[in-house]
């Protein structure tokens, strides 16, 4: 009999926990450039939304923290890429959103690269 071995075979969804999902939605849509992919409401009065790239199949999750668990201030290991990421640094930066000063460029194989911080404080980083 032989061993059959199943396997990952993609990222589906990483989740950001946040305490106001509409101001979360403005911010990665209106803000990001991510579309809404996903609101619907299950459990309690939750809400499940999922936010992405158009044409990501990863999506981001904008979710209520487990009852208990704080929200905010998280590293949350996500990195978006770019392929203009001095225009995209620029746009947030006129936007208003929470961005480093400057694109670091550290040389290879570190890509350029900067970090952005949501209203919540959750740090994503972003790589050209």
């Known amino acids: 009999m032989s061993s059959t071995k199943t396997r990952v ?9 946040v305490s106001d ?13 991510l579309e809404k992919r996903t609101d ?9 939304v999922e936010v992405a790239p158009d044409d990501a199949e990863t999506t981001i999750a904008l979710a209520p923290p487990p009852e208990g668990k704080p929200t905010g201030n998280h590293e949350t290991g996500i990195g978006l890429h770019v392929d203009d990421i ?15 000063a400057e694109v670091s460029r550290m040389g290879g194989p570190v890509p350029p690269l ?6 919540e404080g959750n740090s994503l980083m972003v790589v050209g």
């Open 9 to 17: 075979n993609k990222i589906n969804t990483v989740v950001i926990p």
């Open 21 to 33: 999902q509409d101001s979360a939605i403005k911010f990665y849509v209106e803000k990001l450039g």
């Open 40 to 48: 619907i409401p299950f459990g309690n009065g939750y809400r499940w």
């Open 86 to 100: 001095d225009a995209y640094h620029a746009q947030l930066k006129a936007a208003g959103v929470d961005v480093d």
């Open 114 to 119: 900067f970090w952005l911080r949501d209203p």
